[in-house]
Each structure stands twice: as C-alpha cells, then as structure tokens.
C-alpha cells in the first residue's frame, strides 16, 4: 500500500508568492493533519480534518496560511504571501483510528523562503 | 509552555551498548505516549506506545517505560546498533482524543 503521498519535496519560492503542498493520504484513514517543523518550534500542529472537515485550526500561525481537504484523497496548504520565516518542514500525517493514537507521515515538503 | 520535553538535543552512543532516551510531560492528564523516529528526508515513524495502565512496553530491542508520578517515560534500545541513528520523538495525547503533543525530538549517534 502507498503511504502518504507529499509534492512537491521541495520548493524554494521568493517572498510574497503563493506557496501550494499537497497531501494525499492513505485510504481509508479519517484523519488528516499538517504538521510544521523547525528547530526552534520542533513539530507543531497547524490543522487537522476529520471526515474532510477542519476540526481545529488553532495551531495555524497567521491568516496567511489556510488549508482546505475537498475530498477524502486530497489536502492542501496554502500560504499566502509566503515569507522567509516560513521556511521549514511541513508534513502531512494520517490516522485510521483515532486522533490521538499513531500517525502514518508523509515525507514532507521542505519549503524555502528567499 | 512546552507539555512534553525532550531535554537532550543529542546523544551519542557506541554500537552494542544501551541507548536511553528521555522525555518529560507536564500535563497530568496525558495517558498515551508514543515514540516516532525520523531519519533524514523522511517522515517520522511509529516505534512504540504504551499506555497509562501500564509502566512497561516491549517490542524486540525497544522498550519504553512510564513513571507516571514523575511524569517521565524513556525509551530504551538494547542493543544500538548504527540503523538506529536517528531523531526520536516523544509524544502524548489524552485518551487518543487529543491530537499529539510532540517533543522537539533527540537525535541519537550509534558508532560502530
């Protein structure tokens, strides 16, 4: 079975341009969440879905970043304008189960900011 | 205000010897943990869980412990081999019906 599935792996954009990842998860699994990574922060939640639909948002950092899971195979991270201190590691995870047991990742997105 | 710590950013360790990696929760109410590793370029990976009810968790090499008055649990991985160079991550959620809580994670050096 395929895992999760991120594109692009990396992406080096200029400040001010729309930034799109993308996510498909492994079928089947009702959950869905993106994840970001620095070495300040660690791994921080940003959202996550259940059933399609976003159930918390709360760890999305600004108004700039939104995402959106218009069905059961595909999510996406938007930012807009994207800034250098966007540059990180993004991962997209899901879980068949439940919200707080394991979590399948994806190989995340590794987006640079000039 | 981190809720679950992993206070050493590092950890080097020679090949056959034991690797103990620690981490600290302050939230009481957490009473599921689990351990991912994550090598370079790739997502992190499912290790190892246990749960409240218990204070010990095998799986071949691998063995997590829980002290829940201390609020600390610890991975142990007998013997290290050189594979095992890796980030590892400590997480917890309450019941599973929280989402995780990560550590900021600890990377560990096996050398032959």
């Known amino acids: 079975d395929a895992g999760v599935i991120q594109s692009p792996r990396h992406e080096v954009t200029e400040m001010g341009q729309e930034v799109t990842l993308r996510c498909k998860p492994i079928s089947g699994h009702d959950y869905l969440f993106w994840y970001r990574q620095t070495m300040m922060r660690g791994l921080e939640l940003l959202i996550y879905?259940?059933?399609?639909?976003?159930?918390?948002d709360s760890g999305m950092p600004e108004d700039r970043f939104s995402a959106k899971m218009p069905n059961a195979s595909f999510s996406t991270l938007k930012i807009q304008p994207s800034e250098p201190r966007d540059s990180a590691v993004y991962f997209c995870a899901s879980s068949p189960v439940a919200l707080g047991y394991e979590q399948y990742f994806g190989p995340g997105t590794r987006l640079t900011v000039t | 205000d981190q809720q679950v710590k992993q206070n050493s950013p590092s950890l080097s360790v020679q090949e056959g010897r034991i690797s103990i990696l620690n981490c600290d929760y302050t939230n009481s109410m957490f009473d599921y943990f689990l351990w991912y590793k994550k090598y370079p370029a790739e997502g992190p990976t499912f290790l190892i869980s246990?749960?409240?009810?218990?204070d010990k968790n095998e799986d071949g090499r691998f063995t997590v412990f829980l002290n829940k008055s201390a609020k600390h649990l610890s991975l142990h991985i007998v013997p290290s081999q050189p594979g095992d160079s890796a980030v590892y991550f400590c997480?917890?959620?309450?019941?599973?019906?929280?989402?995780?809580?990560f550590g900021k994670g600890t990377r560990l050096s096996v050398i032959a």
């Open positions: 997480a917890a959620s309450r019941s599973g019906n929280t989402p995780l809580v």
């Open positions: 246990i749960s409240s009810i218990k």
């Open positions: 879905f259940n059933n399609n639909v976003p159930i918390d």
